[in-house]
DNA sequence: CCCTCTCTTTTAAACGTTTCAAATTTAGAT
DNA sequence: ATCTAAATTTGAAACGTTTAAAAGAGAGGG
């Protein structure tokens, strides 16, 4: 169907092997038969069959990156730097989201491992399902490069990772909060570790309470419905709450504004993210910036020096990136 | 490196030729040779080889979509209902955003003539640069199949086209505006299409007036700082605004809202695209809805036809989807 | 016992490159 | 004119599949 590079070459009067040491600006071809071979190959409009490259080069110059979802803004916009520094490597991403979902994350595993990308990333909320951890292992140890942002377990020698500190996150939102003035603070989120830092800022001041603390089951965005109803049944509200990300921190707002709750005068709400929106939401949104660009780029480095088959550092194989309360207009005093 | 067809085939004591068959489920193939092939190819972890398969049956079963941007919520969203789709009838998605560069898209396809894709997709504000409309013309015509979504301007028998009425979404808007009683109404945005459509609603009314229009040079997501601080300035401010998309009209709303406007009290504000957080807003966006998921579906149904060599109807090579207004928060009734 | 037909397996070409050893040409030195 | 070395080109293997044609093995009929 298209024009190979056999054409070419027959059309320029050199063998097959010549014509492609020339398109390869290979030194070991003489400068007339260069031009000439070029030329050509203009002519005809040749363009090289990558299938083809791809199978004698045993490489497709592509990389796979897999986030739960892309139409959460922060795994769109860290997809996006991703891609950039993916490009500027030469690189193609594919890009693949699961929604969270242990079989298409399977799929992509067994995709990857058919050859076709180059090596992948993994982003994830917190960590894969347990079921494709070890598939991933697996994958890892026997196929593709693989490098991890974000999750909590990972950082072998094998599997370097990208992340930032969990626990920090909402100990950084809590403590914020505390020191507005908030005693009763709420929380939800179905990640452990951030548990963990919501309950350590409290403690430190002795008011952790258990009663103002939402564990979602499933997917939190769906399940803030149910924490609004909730928190407005009980009797003593809390006064201020936080999110485990900008998107759900975002819904709740609507939600409670629709009930006629003012933020942040009658709740201070505080996220997680820095997604762009959250400082053109209405309030611009208190939140923690993640650096998804330093991270994103990060991470297509180190998996291009694996791919391309150095040996990354011990300091490279876990690396965690600083995070930063960002104080904005949905969180204000309050005095009890 | 990896195990291959013919470790499969010595250790199964049969032929390359009979272990592919019987891997592809061929009912050439004996029963107990079928499953003796099946278990040592399990045995060895055997995986396929992509890259060869995909030389030899010349396709990769991959499709491209190139998007602007995926960190517009708009096109995260289309992207998601294209993969889903996509998925379904077994491809794989690549997703290829361009940033608006020109040399990006044309980077995109080169990279499709290479035959790393069985087809591509092409999403777009309103049209591709001009450039490229050549560049794709030619591409589809030798290369591989390609659909368009949200082109104004193609819709041949090589590209069929998915679409919305552009000039629509702003009469919509706009009428919608005029008869909550607004007269001084504003609009923003590069299209031609849409101003037609804004023009066309208060032209039925005699009240255009091209004080109120502004049309950005560049980006209109940067630009609209420049167009609220003319708000400002102006003496005579309107009393509505019509935006072209969702996202800008949240950054306008952040923006009116932070110099003391109140929305929709002062200026009423309406955006287009239905994004899922437009919702979530506050106010929640009075906005146009465009079936993305439905768009997405279509698109990949008609390009997969297209690959398997099918020839689409005359009927499928122009569909134009039917939008929507949808009344929200952040328009209310003027009274002059 | 031979022929034919069906079922199954093997063989080998094809896909379109890259790459490296071998062959050829060219130039330079004697 | 001959030899050597360097420069260039060619030829063919390799990448790992699929697939169609050919070969082989049984089975059944005459």
Not at 87 to 113: M, P, Q, V
Request: proline share 4%.
């Amino acid at each position: 169907m298209g024009v190979t590079l056999k054409d070419v070459a027959e059309k320029a009067g050199v063998s097959i092997g010549t014509a492609s040491m020339a398109l390869n600006n290979s030194d070991k071809v003489n400068i007339e038969t260069y031009k000439k071979v070029i030329s050509v190959a203009r002519k005809l409009h040749y363009v090289p069959n990558a299938r083809a490259r791809a199978l004698v080069k045993q490489s497709t110059n592509i990389i796979g990156l897999v986030v739960p979802q892309i139409i959460n803004p922060f795994f769109a916009e860290l997809a996006q730097a991703v891609k950039d520094s993916a490009r500027k490597k030469g690189y193609n991403l594919i890009l693949c989201s699961t929604d969270g979902k242990a079989d298409e994350e399977a799929r992509y595993i067994e995709f990857f491992k058919s050859g076709m990308v180059d090596g992948a990333i993994f982003a994830s909320q917190e960590s894969l399902t347990n079921q494709n951890k070890i598939i991933l292992e697996e994958l890892i140890a026997n196929y593709i490069p693989v490098v991890n942002i974000n999750s909590q377990e990972f950082g072998s020698d094998l599997v370097p990772v990208i992340k930032i500190d969990l626990e920090k996150t909402s100990y950084l939102a809590t403590r914020y909060l505390i020191e507005l003035g908030h005693q009763r603070i709420g929380f939800g989120s179905h990640s452990l570790k951030r548990f963990e830092g919501y309950k350590r800022a409290l403690s430190e001041f002795d008011l952790y309470n258990p009663e103002f603390v939402y564990f979602p089951m499933q997917d939190f965005d769906e399940d803030i419905y149910a924490i609004v109803a909730s928190l407005m049944e009980v009797k003593v509200r809390p006064t201020a709450f936080v999110c485990y990300n900008d998107n759900s921190a975002i819904k709740m707002i609507q939600l409670l504004v629709e009930k006629g709750i003012r933020i942040p005068e009658d709740i201070s709400i505080c996220g997680t993210d820095n997604i762009l929106l959250s400082r053109y939401y209405n309030p611009s949104l208190t939140t923690i910036n993640i650096p998804k660009e330093a991270m994103g780029q990060k991470a297509i480095e180190i998996l291009v020096r694996i791919i391309a088959g150095e040996r990354v550092a011990k300091s490279e194989l876990d690396i965690t990136y600083p995070i930063e309360l960002l104080k904005r207009k949905s969180t204000t005093t309050y005095q009890g």
